[in-house]
């Protein structure tokens, strides 16, 4: 699966989380990323230049102070936060699910598939939950296991341990 690049990548930014840092990044239609420090499938080190106080990043960083703090995110972030997600069709459509994921809530990757009208893609739907370019915001830690266990990461298990935990979904 290539991953399509529509808009092109203009700043990026870090963002502080108890988590971990993260590396922002933006195009001029939205935030097109953002990764903890060694995540996998994070594009590396950025040869973009860097304004930390970027109003968008400012944005990202208001709204995780505010998760963090318990307040949870919008309803429906589109609304909120301008997102630029380049990735395949298909992958838009599986990011664009875990959207519509509550907080608090989680869904399988067969059940995914399942929104999606492709019952069978339960691999390929993880695939693309793995590769979602925007951690927290886009809700992949909101992805379990068909008998509830914690799947895969990109961010590593125990930030989504965390991430859920605070979300009330694990004790």
Not at 40 to 68: I, K
Not at 77 to 89: I, S
Not at 128 to 142: D, F, Q, T
Request: net charge positive; aromatic share 6%.
């Amino acid at each position: 699966m290539s991953q399509a690049r529509l808009h092109p990548l203009r700043v990026q930014g870090r963002v502080a989380t108890p988590l971990g840092p993260l590396t922002a990044a933006r195009s001029a239609e939205g935030l097109a990323g953002l990764w903890f420090d060694g995540q996998r499938h994070a594009p590396g080190p950025l040869a973009l230049p860097r304004d930390d106080d970027d109003p968008l990043f400012v944005q990202v960083r208001e709204l995780l102070d505010g998760y963090f703090r318990g307040q949870g995110l919008p309803q429906d972030l589109t609304r909120a936060l301008p997102l630029d997600l380049a990735g395949t069709p298909f992958q838009r459509r599986v990011w664009a699910q875990l959207l519509r994921i509550p907080q608090g809530q989680h869904r399988s990757y067969s059940q995914l598939a399942e929104a999606l009208d492709a019952p069978s893609a339960a691999r390929p739907v993880g695939a693309a939950v793995g590769r979602n370019p925007v951690s927290i915001l886009v809700p992949c830690h909101r992805v379990l296991g068909t008998d509830g266990s914690l799947t895969g990461y990109a961010g590593g298990l125990d930030r989504k341990k965390a991430l859920l935990t605070l979300e009330g979904v694990l004790p």
